[in-house]
């Protein structure tokens, strides 16, 4: 039996572009993924765009009873920024109060232990149109806008995140096209990069000094980078990935300063941002009370061995490529490696090189196309996604009993819900979502997680 404190949360994540829909009515603006699936609808994996998603705005009751049902004691969401704050003049849509206080109300009453983060790259549109992430009056907007869900939902809220991911949209909006507003700026990408984090800690200070007494995180994709070999040249490059990949977030945010050698690759390449002794002050002196940790993928390197002509535009694969590794554990229809050491790895780093801080797992899960394939007797035999949660949960569990200060395990996500350009071509929920009808049903891994959280554990 594989066992865990009395304590311990089970329970799912989502974020609210993904979940509620209603996303162009009820006093919301768009975000800007609104915006960028109204002017290029044919990017989006069968043109299904964000106005629906899961429909949560309106079913978010039955979706309660649901997650009382598949075992959950803790749930994470974010609030919409566009919804809550609709324009640039700054003032509160009342419609958002309403809903978010009915909605985390009904989650309260369930027993359900809730989880909020402010921001999971859904950025206003009004907000892009000024510079987004790249100027720095955003980053004041975004502690005032922390600073209403603080005053307006603070009752119902047992723990905050600051961002989800974060390096994402430093990533895939200003270096690999994959976000709005789609650049490739590598010295915009990180002016956002260093804009983000002095957000999480400007928002932390702010909300401490208003009278926050519950602890406040931030939720990174910790992707471990593993070299092709040992050899020093493969070994060096997977240094340099987890520079980037892990450190560039992880170090400030608990640590509360940049890794020197991170900061000298910037220097080096000219990428300096923009900022001032209080900003480094500020990050210095609010760092996180715990983590979440989202984990899917081991990160793969192996050395560059090419030379970089002097005027190319810089990418940190200047210092590593990625490399595919043969014979791999995969899942076939997501594409992505399967390797549940890695949240050993993950514990082991945390509980020594970051003052064994307290954190939990807040994304994990997999992702599979065409999950009707699977249906028997009109329910989804996921076998494969309970394998995959065991497997991991095995090296969580190693890592804890060696000292990891793990909390929590979530998974990615509740019910099947829509997910950026890739929409509902691959299914995470524990929960079938009919999209033509709205229609919900328990996943054989629903029915599985209720018997582990309420177990506390399982038999391997």
């Known amino acids: 039996m594989i066992k865990f404190p009395q304590d311990f949360f089970f329970g799912s994540a989502t974020s609210a572009t993904q979940s509620e829909g209603a996303g162009d009515i009820f006093g919301k603006s768009p975000s800007i993924w609104d915006y960028w699936y109204e002017i290029e609808p044919f990017k989006f994996h069968n043109r299904i765009g964000p106005k629906y998603t899961s429909n949560f705005y309106f079913d978010f009751k039955e979706n309660v009873d649901l997650m009382e049902k598949t075992g959950h004691n803790s749930f994470r969401t974010s609030i919409s920024w566009s919804r809550l704050i ?49 100027n720095r009056e955003v ?3 975004y502690v005032d806008y922390c600073l209403n869900c603080f005053k307006y939902f603070d009752e119902y809220i047992d723990y905050y995140f600051t961002f989800n991911e974060p390096i994402v949209h430093v990533e895939c909006g200003y270096l690999s096209q994959y976000h709005y507003p789609m650049e490739v700026d590598p010295k915009k990408a990180v002016q956002v990069a260093f804009n983000t984090q002095l957000a999480s800690s ?39 990935a987890n520079l980037f990949a892990q450190k560039s977030f992880l170090d400030p945010s608990v640590l509360g300063s940049y890794p020197e050698k991170l900061v000298d690759i910037i220097k080096k390449e000219n990428l300096m941002p923009e900022f ?32 970089y002509k002097d005027d190319a535009i810089f990418t940190p694969n200047k210092f590593y490529l990625n490399y ?28 020594d090189n970051y003052n064994n801080i307290e954190w939990l797992v807040s994304e994990n899960g997999m992702g599979v196309e065409a999950e009707d394939r699977f249906k028997k007797d009109g329910r989804i035999e996921d076998d494969y996604r309970i394998d995959f949660m065991k497997e991991h949960l095995f090296y969580l569990n190693k890592a804890m009993k060696e000292g990891a200060n793990c909390k929590g395990y979530q998974v990615w996500t509740f019910i099947d819900n829509w997910s950026w350009l890739n929409a509902y071509k691959n299914r995470y929920g524990l929960v079938e979502y009919d999209l033509e009808t709205g229609n919900r049903k328990i996943k054989k891994s629903g029915y599985w997680f209720k018997e582990l959280s309420d177990n506390k554990g399982f038999v391997e």
Do not use: C
Not at 104 to 133: C, R, S
Not at 223 to 229: D, H, I, L
Not at 324 to 351: F, Q, S, T, V
């Open 86 to 134: 609709p324009k640039i003049d700054g003032r509160v849509n009342e419609e958002a109060v309403k809903f978010y206080k009915d909605y985390f109300k009904a989650i309260k009453d369930k027993g359900i232990t809730l989880f909020v983060n402010f921001f999971h790259f859904d950025m206003p549109m009004y907000l892009q149109e000024i510079g987004g992430w790249a």
């Open 276 to 307: 001032n002794q209080k900003d480094l002050d500020d990050i210095r002196e609010n760092t996180v009370d715990f983590l979440g940790v989202n984990y899917y993928q081991p990160l793969r390197v192996k050395e560059n061995p090419y030379i």
């Open 324 to 351: 595919d590794m043969p014979g791999k554990k995969i899942n076939p229809y997501r594409g992505w490696e399967i390797y549940p050491k890695a949240l050993y790895d993950i514990a082991i780093n945390l509980r």
């Open 139 to 141: 980053v004041d907007r």
């Open 202 to 240: 400007l928002a932390i200070k702010a909300l401490k000094k208003a009278g926050l007494k519950k602890k406040i995180g931030i939720i990174l994709n910790l992707t471990p980078a593993y070299p092709r070999s040992n050899n020093e040249n493969d070994i060096r490059a997977a240094e340099y």
